[in-house]
Nanobody
Framework: VQLQAFGGGLVQAGGSLRLSCAAS??????MGWFRQAPGKDREFVAG????????VHLDSVKGRFTISRDNTKNAVYLQMNSLKPEDTAVYYCAARTSLWVSQRGDEYEYWGQGTEVTVSS
């Protein structure tokens, strides 16, 4: 089982980036994104259910970030608009076999490598 995340980079405040994560080896019912800024704890950003299509977003990214998934490709995406310097972090793709989206990182069994997002002011 492997999760491969990509799409990070350096962008100016107000700009946009689209992160992608492709899963191989099995199908996951829930996929999501977490992030960890320097010196801070990892935090949930967004998650999506394969079966219900239900999405959950961190309050501070609502209206700016949108998670989506392509079940035919077993992939999940994070469209990030109106980026702010405080969005700077390493972003991780994660997946769990349970039906429900969770905001707890310890409830995700599989993790991809991080992709770094840097937003300059």
């Amino acid at each position: 089982v492997q999760l491969q995340a990509f799409g990070g980079g350096l962008v100016q405040a107000g700009g946009s980036l689209r992160l992608s994560c492709a899963a191989s080896g099995r199908t996951f019912l829930v996929m999501g994104w977490f992030r960890q800024a320097p010196g801070k704890d990892r935090e949930f950003v967004a998650g999506v259910s394969r079966t219900t299509g239900n999405t959950v977003h961190l309050d501070s990214v609502k209206g700016r970030f949108t998670i989506s998934r392509d079940n035919t490709k077993n992939a999940v995406y994070l469209q990030m608009n109106s980026l702010k310097p405080e969005d700077t972090a390493v972003y991780y793709c994660a997946a769990r076999t349970s039906l429900w989206v969770s905001q707890r990182g310890d409830e995700y069994e599989y993790w991809g490598q991080g992709t770094e997002v840097t937003v300059s002011s």
